[in-house]
């Protein structure tokens, strides 16, 4: 007689009938979250401008980019949401969207142009003030914030790296009798003559001492560089020109008041950058020499002359002053001094430079005025000190419509000390 059995389906079956439910269930929770909200708008830009693609950001629902005719429909999950339109050359635009937004109408976004005056750059030569179109040959112009973002003790200081072609001179012709200044103007414009560039201060050639200028009452800077100099000032702008306009107070002004504080430490430098030989080489060559009987002539002859440590040493050993114990005992202590750090400490500190300067300047319908003083006191690396008080003071008259009178007192004091 056949049996038959009846066998118990497997466990996988049951997994994989679970698995497909899983599955399906997350695909319909996927399939049946909708758009909550729709938003239809157009972006309007200026006229006779067409064909930009407009960028639509949103913090909660997501980037969108417009088509080219302006018409957008964006879903909107969440509210509140503030969306930025964004086009380059344009105004960057927000829009907020409430949750009690009407979305049956268009929202419509105008942008306008983003326009930026750049300003006028007027050029003073000297004789004249012009604007940069209007002048043949290569300017340079350097603003009162662009003087003021560098620290010096004097105007010069404050030019260098400021302007192309115009180089320092450091350690090469500076303070000579031909090239006071140190500065060059797209290099040297004659072999025999003065190297520096002609310095021009308010209209007027200046001879003297340009750290007496206070740097704080100097308001503009232009410097001319190539041979249209000269058709100006002459031969002697033949190594450029820099014309320095000062502060003044213009009429119908009201007071203003100016003050500024700047304090500076420099860092001790790094002599360890020098070739040098090291204290312990340097005795090892003077045993060497004092061996071969180098030294012998110094120390026989008549007058004594001078002797260095380590060789006293080596001699106090040979004439039984001392024994070798001892005498390798300060030669250990002469090899362990370094001359360099020692000289640093001596006779080098950190340089400081402090300045302080106040000014206050305003004007009426008649008179314009200015009065401005300027502190420095500074200390060098080598402790040479100087010191400086700069006053300032001009006034300007209405006489006519045509016609002024101005005046201008400058006091400068000046103390230094050699280190």
């Known amino acids: 007689m056949a049996m038959y059995t009846k066998e118990k389906p497997s466990h996988w079956i049951f997994w994989l009938v679970a698995a497909i439910m899983v599955l399906c269930s997350v695909g319909s929770l996927f399939a049946q979250n909708p758009q909550k909200y729709l938003l239809k708008g157009k972006v309007i830009l200026s006229e006779g401008v067409a064909d930009q693609n407009v960028t639509m950001r949103s913090s909660k629902n997501g980037v969108m980019l417009i088509s080219k005719t302006g018409e957008f429909n964006k879903g909107l999950k969440l509210l509140p949401d503030t969306l930025v339109f964004s086009l380059m050359g344009y105004v960057t635009t927000r829009r907020v969207i409430e949750p009690g937004y009407d979305f049956n109408k268009i929202l419509e976004v105008r942008m306008v142009e983003d326009r930026k005056d750049l300003g006028v750059i ?136 100016e003050g500024s504080a700047n304090f500076l430490v420099k860092a001790l430098p790094d002599l360890s950058a020098l070739p040098l030989m090291s204290s312990s080489d340097y005795i090892d060559v003077e045993k060497l020499m004092f061996d071969r ?25 040979r004439r039984g002053l001392i024994t070798i114990a001892q005498m390798n005992d300060g030669i250990n202590v002469l090899k362990s001094q370094d001359s ?76 230094s000390a050699s280190g």
């Open 293 to 317: 009987g180098y030294y012998n002539t110094r120390i026989t002859s008549t007058p004594y002359n001078a002797l260095s440590p380590a060789v006293e040493l080596f001699l106090k050993n």
């Open 122 to 257: 007027e050029v003073n030569t000297g004789y004249q003030t012009q604007r940069a179109n209007e002048i043949n040959g290569s300017v340079s112009v350097i603003g009162e914030k662009a003087l003021n973002a560098r620290i010096g003790t004097n105007i010069l200081d404050r030019l260098v790296g400021q302007s192309s072609g115009l180089l320092l001179n450091s350690g090469k012709t500076g303070n000579t009798t031909v090239n006071k200044t140190g500065l060059s103007v797209r290099g040297l414009g004659t072999f025999n003559g003065p190297l520096d560039p002609l310095i021009v201060l308010d209209g007027f050639i200046y001879e003297g001492n340009i750290s007496n200028i206070n740097p704080n009452d100097i308001e503009q800077v232009s410097i001319l560089k190539d041979a249209a100099a000269a058709s100006i000032w002459g031969a002697r702008a033949g190594n450029g020109v820099i014309v320095l306009t000062s502060k003044k107070g213009r009429f119908n002004q009201k007071v203003s008041l």
């Open 340 to 415: 360099r750090k020692t000289y640093l400490d001596e006779f080098y500190t950190n340089a400081l430079l402090s300045q302080y300067s106040l000014g206050v300047k305003g004007g009426s319908a008649q008179h314009s005025y200015l009065l401005s003083g300027n502190y420095e006191n500074s200390r060098s690396e080598t402790y040479s000190a100087s010191k400086k008080i700069n006053l300032n003071l001009s006034n300007e008259f209405k006489i006519g419509s045509k016609l002024s009178f101005s005046t201008r007192i400058y006091y400068t004091n000046a103390q």
